[in-house]
């Protein structure tokens, strides 16, 4: 039997915005595989980042649970929770999100570095991730020097410098043109297949939502049956 890695029950998020209450997530349930690929799809402003968001412990739940290898994450408080997160959880989004004054080595050596890493130690591990995803001849780089799709594979070998189990990807491929997506979920795939990865990939295009294991549709923050 395959193991459940995520486990959410009855999950709400709420803010209060000029006064009044916008339930963003309303009691959202939702189990997902150790190893298994989702897409998480829906319409603007169906709550698909805040889940995202809560899964990977960026944010707390007005309400809920979320169990991570059967342990409530949000029973962590400070830097045990950073702790979890930058050891257990890699996180890529649309726009990259690289340090423009640091090359690309350095950009994927931080979490390592944040992690107390030494430096040898997570410039060789930085350096390897990115001959691993095609970029071994652009560690010297600043983000500024390389295109769109080279910056999302930093990205993408950053989210991996600490060995996560689970890789959580906010439209990875929403700022790329279609043959750039289209290599980039072709990496996303290699790595889950070398890796055993579990991963959640937020998607607006129902033809990549396609080629993972599940697609799980979101609507006025709940799950859509």
Do not use: C, W, Y
Not at 51 to 60: P, Q, R, S
Request: aromatic share 4%; no cysteine.
């Amino acid at each position: 039997m395959t193991e459940t890695l995520i486990e959410v029950r009855g999950l709400t998020k709420s803010f209060a915005t000029a006064g009044v209450r916008v339930d963003v997530l309303r009691g959202l349930d939702l189990a997902i595989a150790q190893g298994e690929r989702v897409a998480v799809v829906g319409a603007s402003g169906a709550g698909k980042s805040t889940l995202m968001h809560i899964l990977g412990g960026l944010d707390a739940p007005t309400s809920g649970t979320v169990h991570f290898a059967g342990a409530d994450i949000f029973s962590l408080r400070g830097r045990p929770l950073d702790a979890f997160r930058n050891s257990t959880i890699g996180f890529v989004f649309q726009f990259h999100q690289l340090l423009p004054e640091f090359t690309a080595l350095e950009n994927v050596m931080m979490p390592a570095l944040i992690a107390r890493q030494s430096r040898h130690d997570a410039a060789t591990g930085a350096g390897e991730l990115l001959a691993e995803v095609g970029l071994g001849h652009r560690l010297h780089h600043k983000p500024g020097e390389l295109s769109g799709g080279e910056q999302q594979r930093v990205a993408i070998a950053r989210a991996l410098i600490r060995a996560p189990r689970l890789l959580l990807a906010d439209e990875p491929t929403g700022n790329l043109d279609s043959g750039t997506s289209d290599d980039i979920f072709a990496l996303l795939d290699r790595l889950h297949q070398s890796r055993g990865l579990t991963m959640v990939i937020v998607t607006h295009s129902e033809r990549l939502a396609a080629r993972l294991d599940r697609t799980i549709r979101m609507r006025d923050g709940q799950i859509d049956s």
